[in-house]
């Protein structure tokens, strides 16, 4: 193993300053694409969680809470503006530590990271509450007020997208913030915490403390100063932050995982639903909670789909993430392309047919074919389980009732597709189909404008729009006795 950037130890960020952790202890971070060692990070436990929460929470009756809503808003788009100053090193940071191409980051991360914050930066000082006349002898009204210091646990998969989905909403709405990233993809957080200190964002307003689920994360969730935990990840997890919440009942926002199905019938453009669909599960290698892993394609185009898609995965260019034609990089760990492969094998073993890839791809970093299985029945655990990787299960169906018991048939409920030309069938589905986001003729995008979520083994709450400032506030109600 060799440090890309030798003795390059990134400290945890807190109270506006970079120090190490009170234990001393560091771990490392790994490229992905080579398996090296990238950099030593300090490694945070219930300490260092604690004196964070103390600096938020600081921050949070003073300075950040004094500062007029404009003023709040102006500081975020500053930030922006200085993160589209450092786009190329924020680019091959993400990169370097997720394994995502460079092409990638800067088509779709970065642009969405500095629209959420202009978003958000727009509506700091739009955040107001109702007069609701109750009583003819009192004036009453609503004001809504920041829930005060905000726990954010970001996953591995847009390190830099995920964690400004919870960032900016945050501060807009006047809350101080405790960032923890995943602890595979640690860097680009601490560079968003040291740029918002350049923006001017007072000291103690966003704390970064990378360190392990089990121990940084879990002393957030526990953390009795701690208002409100958002967070995304695994069901599992968010089962953990659940309990851990009840200790002083704070607020949790879920955002979890998803085996979406993408829905084609025979009247649909077969050529773009098939892109489409192959862009749905090969788009971040597979490692993403609304990926259309699952294609239900009617029994009738089933063959002619399954051949296309196959086609489609073997012309998937595989690459190192920093050579900017590469389509495809590695999955994020080496835990995780076990899992992947695990899964693969399983749906051998369960008797689905494997029509593309299927293995690993080289033997350097953590690589894994464009995988499509054909014959898939809707009770397999490939069908019902989420992989998080590049595979593809394509699963055919007889008629709209069937497609929808097979698309409703999981614990997941994120999001799904449908892919028709008739109007009528399009509006039936987006009605039936039990997910928080249904694509009509597309697969995919997502903007801050529209609320992000699920139910079920999905989560709860929404993130993005204006449903993020019910997150991080709450309305108070006043009742000024006015005499008739
Ligand atoms: P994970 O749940 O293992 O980890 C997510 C984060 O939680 C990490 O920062 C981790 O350190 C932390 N964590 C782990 N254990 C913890 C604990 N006991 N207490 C507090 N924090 C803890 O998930 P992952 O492997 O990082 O990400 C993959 C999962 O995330 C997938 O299931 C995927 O579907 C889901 N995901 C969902 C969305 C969405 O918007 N719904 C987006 C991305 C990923």
Known sequence: MVYVFSDWTQKLLIDGRRVDALSGRTFDTVDPSTGNIIAKIAEADASDVDKAVRSARKAFEGDWRRMRANERGLLLLKLAELIRRDEDE????????????????????????????????????KINGQVI????????????????????????????????????????????????PAEITPL??????????????????????????????????????????????????GRQILQGAAGNLKRVTLELGGKSANIIFPDADLDAAVKAAAAGIFFNTGQVCSAGSRILAHESVYDEVVERLAARASTVRIGDPRDSSAGMGPLV?????????????????????????GNRHGERGFYVEPTVFAGVEHEMRISQEEIFGPVATVISFKDEDDALRIANGTVYSLAAGVWTADIGRAHRFTRRLKAGTVWVNTYGPT??????????????????????????????????????
């Open 90 to 125: 924020l680019v091959s940071l993400e990169s370097l530590d997720s394994g995502k191409p460079v092409s990638a980051i800067r088509r779709q991360d970065l642009p969405a990271v500095i629209d959420t914050l202009v978003y958000y930066a727009g509506m700091a000082d």
């Open 133 to 180: 006349p109750a009583r003819q002898d009192a004036l009453t009204y609503t004001v809504r007020e920041p829930l005060g210091v905000v726990g954010a646990i970001v996953p591995w998969n847009f390190p830099l997208m995920i964690g400004m989905w919870k960032i900016a909403p945050a501060l807009a709405c006047g809350c101080t913030v405790v960032l923890k």
């Open 188 to 237: 680009t957080a601490l560079k968003i915490g040291e740029l918002a200190l350049e923006a001017g964002l007072p000291a103690g307003t966003l704390n970064v403390v990378p360190g392990f689920g089990r121990i940084a994360g879990q002393a957030i969730v526990d953390h009795p100063d701690i208002d409100k935990v958002t967070f995304t990840g695994s069901p599992t997890v």
């Open 333 to 357: 760990s080496e835990v995780q392309m076990n899992r992947v492969l695990d899964y693969i094998d399983i749906g051998r073993k369960e008797g689905a047919r494997l029509v593309a890839g």
């Open 447 to 484: 903007d801050i404008r529209l609320p992000w979520g699920g139910t079920r083994d999905s989560g709860f709450g929404r993130e993005h729009g204006e449903e993020a400032i019910e997150n991080f506030t709450e309305p108070k109600a006043v009742w000024i006795n006015t005499g008739r």
